[in-house]
């Protein structure tokens, strides 16, 4: 199935909505919320009561992904961060659907 991705927009350095429109129907497949590691940007989409340990970073505010790097603050220089970001977030949009079953 052809599908496009459109980010809906990023709510703040950490968090974003994206929505998958198939081509053939106009129609959106699935929706979500994101969240970005402050640390790698990594991003991953929000699913409640997944059980999946994240963590939080007290310097710079945000949610970090809770791997061993991530454990220390190293920031991301901002504005390559929201580039990066909106890099990731799409990449990561289109495996998440590709995963999807
Ligand atoms: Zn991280
Ligand atoms: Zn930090």
Excluded at 35 to 48: E, F, G, I, N, Y
Excluded at 49 to 57: E, L, P, Y
Aim: include cysteine; glycine fraction near 8%; aromatic fraction near 6%.
């Amino acid at each position: 199935m052809e599908v496009s991705v459109t980010l809906l927009h990023l709510n703040s350095r950490a968090s974003g909505e994206f929505r998958v429109v198939s081509q053939e129907t106009g129609r959106a497949t699935d929706e979500g919320q994101t969240l970005s590691c402050v640390h790698c940007q990594r991003t991953w989409v929000v699913k409640p009561g997944s059980g999946r340990a994240r963590g939080w970073c007290m310097k710079c505010n945000g949610p970090t992904c809770g791997g061993q790097a991530c454990q220390t603050c190293v920031p991301f220089e901002r504005q390559l961060a929201i580039i990066e970001r909106r890099d990731a977030l799409r990449r990561y949009a289109q495996q998440y659907l590709t995963d999807a079953p």
